[in-house]
Structures are given as structure tokens and as C-alpha cells.
């Protein structure tokens, strides 16, 4: 029995959904060898059933897991590969009765190591792709490869070794291409001219080839989510989007008022409301949870000031990105925390002010990825000129 011949396609998030749609928009509308993976840890089935006629343009395969990656986290280099060679195990369980069913052709992955599992069960190389779910891969890799030494070198050769020897799933790949939003401002013109790489490093490397997705492609692709919905767009107000989920209050409570209060300066009381979209992440029970809480008191104070707010909490609005709002709603302004958000507005919405509050978000200690926005944002600075950061 001949099996399908299929692409698999992976994503982690829903603006990585969009953007990968968005490039598949510009190949062809043949969907008849497009599988897509669909993990509930990250979209609940609901929504995905929601969408299902506009995804049936893109795919012609639709399957569903269950995997929740298990914490890497590890100060010894060697233990952290295991442990991550041990996930690609567990995942490769998870996917074997639905690659059995199909024949490989090439990998577009979202993240969770998925290339990797497919090629523990088919033990075979596919042609693979990253697909771009927000800005932590691209910048992870620019900062390790800035901070490579002799030390790590060594330690890449033997987990190169270890891989090749098939004693480890997890190791070095040759990625085809990165399919990128960010490209828009991140080529690797900019990347060469900015930084100093080096090609050592065992991950994913930021001058990997780009396959740049316009924002064109996006802005349609998002307006044809919206039309498959049937959501109403609301354009006779002027709203204010808060990004800032995923803010913890500042070490210094002094810091975090002085925050508070620079936000509300931007905000006209008298016309603006202000929308909060709540970000969430899944907690050791597999529970979805609120990530920061100084949105919690930022909405403390924007209640006694009588503000007008409205929480996105209704679905399917609660699980669609943030960055489907400025579509829905008239965003005169937004407002965010050092995330990706902000750059992906940016790149696709002309007309909004955004501003970022950089200088809060790397001093606060309660961040586990202060240092990584410390590294970082003066490439940022550089790269998004029209955003307003303090």
C-alpha cells in the first residue's frame, strides 16, 4: 500500500499558524499534501474546529497530540542534551501512529524538537524549515553564538559524536531555510553589519537562509481569519491594546509605580478604553494560567481612575493572537512589554503608535529572561526605529 506523500507542518502558536499560512498562501493553493500537527497544549480543539473551513484551504490533513514538553532547564551542558534527547523519545511515541501513516517529505517545524522524533522513527534526513513563533529562538541564538568559547566548542564536537552515534535524538541540523515576519527587519545584512557570529554553534544559527513573509501576505491572511470567524470589527472608538501579560512587578515596588503611572499618561481618559488581552501559559497541571502579575495592578489603578477597560476573555477572541486586535478594534496606541507583539505590530500596522518599556522590563529581577533582554535591545533599537521605547 503506497503511502501519502505529505509535508508536516508544526506550530507552537497562533501567529506562527498565520505567518506559515501566509507563506504557504504565496507557494500554490494545492493543499492536497499538506499535513498539519496540531498540539492541544497549545490550541484547544474548539478553536481549531472554529477554523476548520479556513484551514481546509491551507491543509489537507489535520491531526491532533497531547505533549507537553518536560522543564530543560540545566546548568550542566551534557545533562541538558540528554534531557532533551529524552523529550524527543517521549514525543516520537506520541507521533509514531500518525507518521506511519504517511511518507515525509519535508519538515516545517514550529518548535518541540519535532524534526527531531521524525527522524528517530523514520531515520531518515527531510529537507526541514523553521517556522517563526515569536522573537525568543532568533535572539537565543544570536546571544549563545556571541557567547561561544572554546569551552562549548569542545563540548559540540562530543554531542555531535553522541548524536551521530544515535546515543543522543537531540544534535546539529542543517536547517533549509527560517520563515520569518522578523525577517522584515532582521535580514542578515542587518545581523552581519551588527554583529560579530560565530559559526561554531551547535543550534540554530540567525543567518540561517530567510524566507521573509510580507506583511501583505500577513494583513490578508489574518483578514481572511476574521471573515472565516464572522467577527465584528469595532472602528468607531479609539482603544488603547495593553501587552503586558507577562509582567512581574518590578523588585523595586518604587519602580513599578513609576511604571503605572507613565502608562496612564498616555491613555485619554475622557476617549480612549483601554483592551487587555490576557496572556497565558500552561502550569505543571496543564492548567492555563495568567503568567505576570503587574497587569493585575496596573487594572487596580486604571479601575480607581474610572478608565473605561474591556478584558478579551470571550471566545474565540481569547485564543486568537494579540495581534488580530488592531484589525478588530481601532487601536490609536499600544502598549507593551518587551515581547514580540510589539515588533510584529510594527511590521504590519502602520498607522499605531507603540511603545515598549524596555528600561523597566531588563532591571526587573523577577524576569527570567532579563539577561536575554539586556543582550538584546540595543539590536532592537536599531532594527524598529518608529517604536517608542522608555
Not at 263 to 271: G, M
Not at 356 to 365: G, H, L, P, R
Request: contains cysteine; glycine residues 4%; charged residues 25%.
Amino acid at each position: 500500500m503506497n503511502k501519502k506523500k505529505v509535508n508536516l507542518y508544526y506550530v507552537r502558536t497562533f501567529i506562527s499558524l498565520i505567518i506559515l499560512i501566509a507563506f504557504l498562501r504565496k507557494k500554490n493553493n494545492k493543499n492536497n499534501d499538506r499535513l498539519l500537527i496540531v498540539n492541544r497544549q497549545f490550541f484547544s480543539r474548539k478553536v481549531i474546529n472554529k477554523c476548520k473551513n479556513f484551514l481546509k484551504i491551507y491543509f489537507s490533513s489535520i491531526e491532533f497530540i497531547n505533549y507537553k514538553r518536560g522543564t530543560l532547564n540545566s546548568k550542566n551542558y551534557l545533562s541538558y542534551h540528554f534531557k532533551r534527547s529524552a523529550e524527543v523519545k517521549k514525543l516520537s511515541i506520541l507521533i509514531k501512529k500518525i507518521i506511519s501513516k504517511y511518507t515525509i517529505k519535508k519538515i516545517y517545524s514550529g518548535g518541540d524538537d519535532i524534526e527531531y522524533a521524525v527522524f528517530k522513527l523514520t531515520k531518515k534526513r527531510k529537507p526541514t524549515f523553521y517556522i517563526e513563533h515569536g522573537h525568543g529562538n532568533l535572539i537565543a541564538s544570536i546571544i549563545s553564538q556571541k557567547k561561544i568559547n572554546y569551552k562549548s566548542y569542545i563540548y559540540n564536537i562530543f554531542i555531535k559524536i553522541l548524536f551521530s552515534a544515535k546515543i543522543l535524538y537531540y544534535g546539529p541540523i542543517k536547517w533549509e531555510g527560517y520563515i520569518t515576519l522578523f525577517g522584515n527587519r532582521f535580514r542578515n545584512s542587518f545581523l552581519k553589519k551588527n554583529l560579530i557570529v560565530d559559526r561554531s554553534y551547535l543550534g540554530f544559527s540567525p543567518l540561517v537562509k530567510k524566507i521573509i513573509v510580507s506583511k501583505e501576505s500577513v494583513n490578508i491572511i489574518i483578514d481572511q481569519l476574521i471573515s472565516c470567524l464572522k467577527l465584528k470589527k469595532n472602528l468607531k472608538k479609539n482603544f488603547i491594546l495593553l501587552a503586558v501579560g507577562n509582567t512581574s512587578l518590578h523588585q523595586d515596588p518604587k519602580q513599578s509605580k513609576i511604571l503605572i503611572s507613565k502608562i496612564l499618561k498616555l491613555i485619554n481618559k475622557k476617549k480612549d478604553i483601554v483592551l487587555i488581552k490576557n496572556k497565558k501559559k500552561i502550569n505543571k497541571k496543564g492548567t492555563w494560567v495568567n503568567k505576570g502579575n503587574f497587569q493585575k495592578a496596573l487594572l487596580k489603578k486604571i479601575k480607581k481612575q474610572k478608565i473605561k477597560f474591556k478584558i478579551i476573555d470571550s471566545f474565540p477572541l481569547n485564543e486568537l493572537p494579540f495581534e488580530v486586535m488592531p484589525k478588530l478594534f481601532k487601536a490609536k496606541i499600544i502598549i507593551s512589554e518587551f515581547s514580540s507583539v510589539p515588533f510584529f505590530s510594527e511590521i504590519l500596522f502602520n498607522k499605531v503608535s507603540i511603545y515598549v518599556y524596555d528600561k523597566y522590563y531588563s532591571s526587573n529581577e523577577n524576569h527570567s529572561d532579563v539577561d536575554l533582554v539586556k543582550n538584546i535591545i540595543n539590536l532592537y533599537k536599531k532594527g524598529f526605529k518608529k517604536i517608542n521605547f522608555f
